[in-house]
């Protein structure tokens, strides 16, 4: 089955550490995304990639950072600079020619980061 | 700060009766879609409406776009329990790719 895996599902951070999130997709998307989902909330764009290699800050891309070496692959790694990361992180990939087609994104199931 | 602001924050109605949901918008969009999350889970795409359509229909789900007042509306028919979940309504704003900027959404409760 094709899809986006997000792990872990579940994370926990100390003050001061950095932490990486992980995200795969099997879709052969070009795109994707993180958003970061804060509670009673809509989502708000962290970083996204159109393509291989390369990368375009969101609205809040402060204290996170990413990478696009493989198609397959784009994990966000949340830094110690990030000063309020406990939050719910979502990971998702589009196929840019689908989208005149009706296609939207496809969602992993998240991550929800807390830090202790 | 949001494009999309849904309306009403919160939601909630009797089984078989019908949800209305309704999204404003503040830029000009190529197209606008809306999705459902379910609690603690990822977002699922509903639907797509280009910015020169004015209706799409699927399935029990019926959305309206207008453009001159910058709106759109999610039409849920016959309501189920299951339909409880949260709504979001997202823009793929014009010159901006296939980026979305989501909404606030509405929370929908459907009771038995």
């Known amino acids: 089955d094709g899809g986006i895996t997000q792990s872990p599902k579940y994370l926990f951070r100390k003050e001061g550490q950095n932490v990486t999130l992980s995200c795969e997709q099997n879709?052969?998307?070009?795109?994707m995304y993180w958003y970061r989902q804060d509670p009673g909330q809509g989502l708000r764009l962290i970083y996204y990639?159109?393509?291989?290699?390369?990368?375009q800050k969101g609205d809040i891309a402060e204290g996170y950072s990413v990478s696009r070496e493989k198609k397959e692959s784009f994990p966000l790694t949340v830094t110690s600079a990030q000063k309020n990361p406990t939050a719910f992180y979502l990971c998702?990939?589009?196929?840019?020619?689908?989208?005149?087609?009706?296609?939207?994104?496809?969602f992993g199931s998240g991550t929800r980061l807390t830090v202790v | 700060s949001q494009q999309g602001e849904e309306d009403p924050q919160a939601l909630s109605i009797q089984e078989g009766e019908n949800a209305t949901m309704n999204c404003s918008y503040k830029?000009?969009?190529?197209?606008l879609q809306w999705y459902r999350q379910n609690s603690g889970r990822g977002l699922v795409h509903l639907i797509l409406?280009?910015?020169?359509?004015r209706e799409k229909h699927s399935g029990r789900l019926r959305v309206t776009l207008d453009t001159s007042k910058k709106s759109s509306s999610l039409l849920i028919t016959a309501s189920r329990a299951a339909d409880t979940a949260s709504y979001f309504c997202?823009?793929?704003?014009?010159?901006?790719?296939?980026?979305?900027?989501f909404g606030t959404g509405t929370q929908l409760k459907v009771e038995l």
């Open positions: 998702a990939s589009s196929d840019i020619f689908l989208t005149g087609a009706g296609e939207g994104y496809t």
């Open positions: 879709l052969n998307h070009d795109a």
């Open positions: 990639s159109q393509i291989v290699n390369d990368f």
């Open positions: 830029t000009s969009i190529n197209n």
């Open positions: 409406i280009r910015s020169n359509e």
């Open positions: 997202a823009t793929a704003l014009t010159g901006g790719g296939n980026k979305l900027t």
